[in-house]
């Protein structure tokens, strides 16, 4: 599991972040992990620009997917048609 160090928390901070740690009946640490845990997963709206990114980095390339299966198919016919012939 990885770990991090965090300085420079400011006092009020900490007494808030022990205070709920308290009141949920956990220890500071296991509250910090769940608060970290939680504000962990990406927004619809991250998602969407992460998934644009994605898009334009692959946009460059000319890849057609009918192609694609279509050479998928092809070699796997090949291969059978092969096998076949050797036996």
Same mark, same amino acid.
């Given at each position: 599991m990885a770990q991090v160090l965090i300085r420079n928390i +400011? =006092?009020? /901070?900490?007494? %808030?972040?022990k205070l709920r740690a308290e009141m949920n009946g956990? %220890? *500071?640490e296991q509250e910090l992990r769940i608060i #970290?845990? %939680?504000a962990a997963? *990406? /927004?619809p709206d991250e998602l969407?620009? /992460?998934s644009r990114r994605l898009r334009s980095v692959f946009a460059k390339? +000319?890849?057609d997917i009918g /192609?694609?299966?279509r050479w998928g198919r092809d070699d796997e016919f =090949?291969? #059978?048609e092969q096998a076949f012939d050797r036996s």
């Open positions: +400011d =006092e009020e /901070t900490m007494a %808030s972040l956990r %220890s *500071l #970290l845990k %939680s997963p *990406l /927004t969407v620009a /992460t390339e +000319d890849f /192609t694609a299966i =090949e291969e #059978l």
